[in-house]
């Protein structure tokens, strides 16, 4: 089975920059993309950004355009997520997920899943 683990989160202040990152084993290296999800307490989980493994294309939430960089690894079947000038209601708990299709940006659309790395902005 494949298998996402996510790392990175943490504690920052508002203003400053977390990296996470996402290292896929197993089946999940077939995956056309990969994303990245969050979920703030109460609230839905909602799309943040995504890449295709083969050509590195990227989508972005409006939310964090500008702001939040997407990237991958191949060689280390990694994918990243680079957050700056972050702020208080980025606090979240953010997951990973590997899809079969090409830039999805629908939770239905991503059939495995980390579990989760909490990022917490202070204000």
């Known amino acids: 089975q494949g298998q996402l683990v996510e790392s990175g989160g943490g504690l920052v202040q508002a203003g400053g920059s977390l990296r996470l990152s996402c290292a896929a084993s197993?089946?999940?290296?077939?995956?056309?993309?990969m994303g990245w999800f969050r979920q703030a307490p109460g609230k839905e989980r909602e799309f943040v950004s995504v890449?295709?493994?083969?050509?590195?294309?990227?989508s972005y939430a409006d939310a964090v355009k500008g702001r939040f960089t997407i990237s991958r690894d191949n060689g280390k079947s990694t994918a990243y997520l680079q957050m700056n000038s972050l702020k208080p209601e980025n606090t979240a708990v953010y997951y990973c997920?590997?899809?079969?299709?090409?830039?999805?940006?629908?939770?239905?659309?991503?059939?495995?899943w980390g579990q989760g790395t909490q990022v917490t902005v202070s204000s």
């Open positions: 890449i295709n493994w083969s050509d590195g294309t990227t």
């Open positions: 997920a590997a899809s079969f299709f090409r830039l999805p940006s629908r939770r239905a659309d991503f059939g495995s």
């Open positions: 197993g089946r999940t290296f077939s995956r056309h993309a």
